[in-house]
């Protein structure tokens, strides 16, 4: 079944595995799906991902993360929509929970969490606000 809005798609699994105390999610995979799996594994919301090709369809199997029962992962937002596209400049990056979160940010560089982005001082889509 095809989606709209694939990114909301993969932050909705992830939302309801974590809700669900799942171990882990299966997610159909792409470019930009892979890149959030790699930022959330480095940042340590989760603990790992592999990325699995059976004949159809490449998906992304995300193992997450959870301390003494509590998810790492307590909030997730999508930010920048299909219909509604949100760009700010390196120096406007927003900032989640006063630094307590992260951004993810699409950039010419691919994608980078806000603190990154900062870093390399460029500026981009922002895809979603993780906490």
């Not at 989640?96 to 889509?125: C, M, W, Y």
């Amino acid at each position: 079944m095809p989606v709209t809005d694939p990114i909301a798609d993969y932050l909705t699994r992830v939302r309801n595995a974590t809700k669900a105390k799942k171990p882990r999610v299966e997610i159909p995979a792409s470019k930009m799906k892979i890149g959030l799996s790699e930022i959330l594994k480095n940042l340590g919301y989760v603990i790992d991902y592999e990325i699995i090709d059976d004949n159809k369809q490449k998906k992304i199997n995300i193992v997450l993360k959870y301390k003494q029962g509590v998810p790492a992962i307590t909030g997730l937002k999508r930010i920048s929509r299909p219909g509604l596209r949100v760009y700010r400049a390196s120096d406007k990056l927003p900032r989640v929970l006063n630094g307590l979160g992260t951004a993810v940010i699409s950039t010419p560089k691919g994608l980078l969490s806000d603190k990154d982005a900062r870093n390399l001082l460029v500026g981009g889509e922002v895809i979603c606000y993780i906490w």
